[in-house]
């Protein structure tokens, strides 16, 4: 009765269904040179949406008439059927898994999709043959819920068809705040007591630990690369700085390398390794901080040893030693250069 209701057109009116995908799957359903998504929206009539980024998942967005919905997906179950047969042929799995679909569902709506006391998700379940779940959280910071359906395309093709009745028939309540997948983690490295992540050819400070250290990354001048040897900042070249451009670039990428956690393979200790800098006497106050604490706190995210040297008869500069990792070392370096940066250019107030 059901399906007479959606084919007759009684509901064929405009719906907007949302899919979760993993990268590979979208991958199929673009197709070389997005030829697959190309024939699926000229066949079925509907608009078939992707979302852009480098995520692990992706929205697939399908709009149109219910009939023209409903083509669609039957395309989609058909081609990721396709892609099953297709990888058992090479492996030696005799059952043969499901189709799976996982649809996004406002949560206002997933208690009639559910039914009092499991009644209508049930009904779908036995009248359909296909396995439906719904999740119980909410996607993350979206209000909405992932609605997983397994089983032939056919029993999935008549499974969404009861979905879309139940959601047609039951309006999402209030704001939907739509769920939108996360770029790639990107690897997590720590040094340091600090959290880094990895953007294009720099190490960032990891945003859920947006310390002092995010402060002094603002304004930040780029610094130099491991395996050179003259420091960022000689104490001659000071006077340029702050004419030069200020961004928010933090730890180089060569010095990712030394990083073990990230690197399989390497050596897990990298050996120690001393570096040397000269500061003028007038800055290196900005280093140590009062009673030391900006040098202490230098230390302690860099990991690194830092000494200072006294400061010498008829000499406008001091040493600075940092030994420990090149990783260490980067670190120290720059969050020593950031100190000086943003005393030169008049933000010593960090």
């Given at each position: 009765?059901?399906?007479?209701?959606?084919?007759?057109?009684g509901?064929?009116?405009?719906?907007?269904?949302?899919?979760l995908?993993?990268?590979?799957?979208v991958?199929?359903?673009?197709?070389?040179?997005?030829?697959?998504v190309?024939?699926?929206?000229?066949?079925?009539?509907?608009?078939?949406?992707?979302?852009?980024?480098?995520?692990?998942?992706?929205?697939?967005?399908?709009?149109?008439p219910?009939?023209?919905?409903?083509?669609?997906?039957?395309?989609?179950?058909?081609?990721?059927?396709?892609?099953?047969?297709?990888?058992?042929?090479?492996?030696?799995?005799?059952?043969?898994?499901?189709?799976?679909?996982?649809?996004?569902?406002?949560?206002?709506?997933?208690?009639?999709?559910?039914?009092?006391?499991?009644?209508?998700?049930?009904?779908?379940?036995?009248?359909?043959?296909?396995?439906?779940?719904?999740?119980?959280?909410?996607?993350?910071?979206?209000?909405?819920?992932?609605?997983?359906?397994?089983?032939?395309?056919?029993?999935?093709?008549?499974?969404?068809?009861?979905?879309?009745?139940v959601?047609?028939?039951?309006?999402?309540?209030?704001?939907?705040?739509?769920?939108?997948?996360?770029?790639?983690?990107?690897?997590?490295?720590?040094a340091?007591?600090?959290?880094?992540?990895?953007?294009?050819?720099?190490?960032?400070?990891?945003?859920?630990q947006?310390?002092?250290?995010?402060?002094?990354?603002?304004?930040?001048?780029?610094?130099?690369?491991?395996?050179?040897?003259?420091?960022?900042?000689?104490?001659?070249?000071?006077?340029n700085?702050?004419?030069?451009?200020?961004?928010?670039?933090?730890?180089?990428?060569?010095?990712?390398?030394?990083?073990?956690?990230i690197?399989?393979?390497?050596?897990?200790?990298?050996?120690?390794?001393?570096?040397?800098?000269?500061?003028?006497?007038?800055?290196?106050?900005?280093?140590?901080g009062?009673?030391?604490?900006?040098?202490?706190?230098?230390r302690?995210?860099?990991?690194?040893?830092?000494?200072?040297?006294?400061?010498?008869?008829?000499?406008?500069?001091?040493?600075?030693?940092i030994?420990?990792?090149?990783?260490?070392?980067?670190?120290?370096?720059?969050?020593?250069?950031?100190?000086?940066?943003?005393?030169?250019?008049?933000?010593?107030?960090?």
């Open positions: 009765e059901m399906e007479s209701k959606v084919s007759e057109g509901l064929n009116v405009t719906l907007t269904i949302r899919l995908m993993h990268g590979k799957e991958g199929s359903i673009i197709g070389k040179k997005g030829e697959t190309k024939k699926m929206r000229e066949e079925s009539g509907a608009r078939i949406n992707i979302s852009e980024g480098n995520c692990p998942e992706r929205i697939v967005t399908i709009t149109g219910t009939d023209a919905i409903f083509k669609a997906f039957a395309m989609i179950a058909y081609k990721f059927e396709e892609d099953i047969t297709n990888s058992m042929s090479n492996s030696t799995a005799t059952s043969k898994p499901p189709v799976t679909l996982r649809l996004v569902v406002p949560a206002s709506q997933c208690g009639s999709l559910i039914g009092k006391g499991g009644s209508k998700i049930k009904e779908i379940r036995e009248s359909t043959g296909a396995q439906v779940q719904v999740a119980g959280d909410m996607l993350p910071n979206s209000t909405e819920r992932a609605v997983t359906i397994s089983g032939t395309p056919d029993a999935i093709i008549q499974c969404v068809k009861q979905i879309c009745v959601m047609l028939e039951s309006p999402p309540k209030g704001a939907t705040i739509p769920y939108r997948p996360k770029p790639a983690s990107t690897p997590v490295i720590f340091g007591g600090q959290a880094y992540t990895i953007q294009g050819q720099y190490a960032i400070p990891h945003p859920d947006l310390t002092k250290l995010h402060q002094l990354a603002m304004q930040q001048t780029p610094f130099t690369p491991l395996g050179q040897t003259t420091p960022a900042f000689p104490g001659r070249s000071l006077g700085v702050a004419g030069k451009q200020q961004s928010s670039i933090a730890l180089p990428l060569p010095a990712l390398t030394m990083f073990p956690c690197c399989p393979g390497l050596d897990a200790s990298p050996p120690a390794s001393t570096h040397e800098l000269t500061i003028p006497n007038d800055l290196i106050g900005c280093i140590i009062r009673q030391g604490t900006k040098i202490n706190e230098i302690q995210m860099s990991g690194a040893q830092i000494k200072i040297a006294n400061a010498t008869e008829g000499s406008s500069e001091r040493q600075i030693t030994t420990g990792t090149p990783a260490n070392i980067s670190l120290a370096q720059y969050l020593i250069n950031a100190r000086l940066t943003s005393e030169v250019t008049g933000m010593g107030a960090l």
